[in-house]
């Protein structure tokens, strides 16, 4: 009895430890998220104003740094919410990954913007041999810039003691 209770607990350790290996050698799986807004001051941040965009189209982007060939592309759209949530398979670590705005739900909030300042996508880092723990990744927020600055944006930056540039004083 004693000798078919040891040959049971050594096939159960043989068994984990089996298991254990090739649950080591599995992809790992990242879950990307953000939320994609309509900028209606055209000021580049997040303000009072700015309402999340339901239907919004959304990619993400990896690619070598040096060759620029692009090694994994995955699309998706915002929910009701504004938010997008993507799901990445493998260790992207030598790799760029970035998430790009490709089109909005809205005609007159459709602009990606592209001056020097601001960034149209968001870096992801999708490894887990930089210290990171965990899956999910938070990708910063996108957002399109409204056709033409709302006419409350004016009080909104008194509101918040913002002096906005002349440009955006101009298109308030």
């Known amino acids: 009895m004693a000798k078919s209770a040891v040959i049971f607990f050594v096939s159960v350790i043989c068994l984990f430890s089996i298991l254990g290996l090739t649950q080591a050698y599995e992809k790992p799986q990242f879950i990307v998220e953000g939320i994609v807004y309509c900028d209606p001051c055209r000021s580049a941040f997040k303000t009072n ?36 949530h993507l799901l990445v398979e493998g260790d ?5 990954c970035e998430t790009y705005l ?5 005609e007159d909030c459709s602009e990606i913007p592209d ?16 210290g990171m723990a965990g899956n999910l990744r ?3 927020a996108l957002f399109f810039l409204a056709k033409k600055s709302s006419s409350e944006c004016a009080q909104e930056f008194k509101d918040m003691q913002y002096i906005p540039e002349l440009k955006d004083v101009n298109q308030a």
């Open 115 to 130: 001056e020097v300042h601001t960034k149209e996508s968001s870096r992801v880092t999708l490894t887990n041999n930089n």
């Open 138 to 140: 938070e990708a910063n």
């Open 92 to 96: 992207h670590e030598n790799e760029i």
């Open 49 to 84: 104003l700015s309402q999340p965009l339901a239907g919004a189209g959304v990619r993400l982007q990896c690619r070598h740094p040096e060759t620029e060939e692009v090694t994994i592309t995955i699309a998706s759209q915002t929910n009701s919410t504004g938010y997008y």
């Open 102 to 106: 490709t089109k909005s739900p809205k």
